[in-house]
């Protein structure tokens, strides 16, 4: 009898820590994340990922901006087709495509400055979170963000 209790609680045991393991690494950057900015702390954007075959792209549906900041800026510091085109609707991350655990071989825009990146991703906490890296060169010379799943 006891080797049967035994092998119910490891089983339950089991149960109870590897899901949340198995969810982490088959969950999905898809959907929509709210981007907080590295060095304050504050959500600066709503950004939707999508996936079109095998690729990841992501949009920008909505800038945090303070009543006194312009609330439907244009990127006047891009380049090419985005100069001074409005920030809201641009897509900012492109390229991404899954490779173990993370997606890699992508850009990601930063309106701010104009400037593109390189950039790769890995999924967090089951799926709620993103660290998304922008870097120039190799992933070690850049910056991470956190982006927090809002749906």
């Not at 006891?2 to 089991?14: E, K, M, N, T, W």
């Not at 990922?49 to 949009?59: F, P, S």
């Not at 991703?121 to 956190?146: A, C, D």
Request: net charge positive.
């Amino acid at each position: 009898m006891r080797p049967l209790i035994h092998a119910a609680a490891l089983a339950a045991f089991a149960t109870v820590f590897a899901t949340p393991l198995a969810s982490a690494q088959d969950a999905s950057p898809v959907g929509l994340w709210k981007s907080i900015d590295d060095a304050s702390g504050k959500p600066t954007a709503l950004i939707r990922i999508t996936e079109n075959q095998g690729e990841l792209r992501g949009k920008i549906e909505k800038l945090f901006r303070t009543p006194e900041q312009e609330q439907n800026p244009k990127c006047s510091l891009c380049e090419g087709a985005r100069k001074d085109q409005p920030i809201i609707g641009m897509t900012i991350v492109s390229g991404l495509r899954k490779d173990g655990d993370d997606y890699t071989g992508g850009e990601i825009l930063d309106p701010k400055n104009g400037k593109v990146y390189k950039s790769k991703l890995s999924v967090h906490e089951g799926g709620r979170k993103l660290e998304v890296r922008g870097y120039v060169g190799v992933p070690m010379f850049g910056r991470s963000q956190i982006w927090l799943r809002q749906e």
